[in-house]
């Protein structure tokens, strides 16, 4: 069993930058994929980045070179760093682990946080 907490969510103007953070608990942390997924309102939740225990990283295609996601194992943290911030970048961010067959699909995380309101004005 895995809890995971996310934190690090607010108002930006764009342009901007935020981390998020997402403190996991539970002995097995390092053994999970890490996934960052947004929502915004009457959207369905969209794949954002996902970082392998092994260490390969995927991101969305439209956030690449905007968004970096890394972990610490010894911290049992995961964290998104988002630079460059634009308003369609509004949503409530979660963090998921689990061992997806396609990391990129919501359906493959047992595990999720509550989610982070993350708000870009322009």
């Known amino acids: 069993q895995v809890q995971l907490v996310e934190s690090g969510g607010g108002l930006v103007q764009a342009g901007g930058s935020l981390r998020l953070s997402c403190a996991a608990s539970g002995r097995t942390f390092s053994s999970y994929a890490m996934g960052w997924f947004r929502q915004a309102p009457g959207k369905e939740r969209e794949f954002v980045a996902v970082?392998?225990?092994?260490?390969?990283?995927y991101y969305a295609d439209s956030l690449k070179g905007r968004f970096t996601i890394s972990r610490d194992n010894a911290k049992n943290t995961v964290y998104l760093q988002m630079n460059s911030l634009k308003p369609e970048d509004t949503a409530v961010y979660y963090c998921?682990?689990?061992?997806?067959?396609?990391?990129?699909?919501?359906?493959?995380?047992?595990?999720w946080g509550q989610g982070t309101q993350v708000t870009v004005s322009s």
């Open positions: 970082r392998w225990s092994g260490g390969n990283t």
């Open positions: 998921a682990a689990g061992n997806p067959f396609n990391s990129r699909l919501p359906a493959g995380y047992p595990y």
